[in-house]
């Protein structure tokens, strides 16, 4: 019953940005970490950004730090992405996921993806 919706995809001009956002249902919000993943044709998966239940820390991958930000409203039960200075390395499927209490590489309930295209 958990549910984490993703919205915000699309195509952009490299240089610009977009906001994903991540919509949960079905969880006491705020006792979860959450984190947004990506994943590119031919690669890993990998954590670009996570931030904790409380919302105080946060952790980025040394790709995207300086450029995405993360950030949470635990009134709305969403999370966001920020996301600026896109490239084409950054054109991935863009998942959230959701963990109890503690970041992790590896969350127990996933969003099923939005995808972010970046041309030049």
């Known amino acids: 019953q958990v549910q984490l919706v993703e919205s915000g995809g699309g195509l952009v001009q490299a240089g610009g940005s977009l906001r994903l956002s991540c919509a949960a249902s079905?969880?006491?919000?705020?006792?979860?970490?959450v984190g947004w993943f990506r994943q590119a044709p031919g690669k890993l998966r990998e954590r670009i950004a996570g931030i904790s239940a409380s919302g105080t820390t946060t952790v980025y991958a040394r790709s995207v730090k300086g450029r995405f930000t993360i950030s949470r409203d635990n009134g709305k039960n969403t999370v966001y992405l920020q996301m600026a200075s896109l490239n084409s390395n950054d054109t991935a499927v863009y998942y959230c996921?959701?963990?109890?209490?503690?970041?992790?590489?590896?969350?127990?309930?996933w969003g099923q993806g939005t995808q972010v295209t970046v041309s030049s």
């Open positions: 996921a959701a963990n109890e209490r503690v970041m992790t590489v590896t969350p127990k309930y």
């Open positions: 079905g969880l006491t919000f705020t006792t979860f970490a």
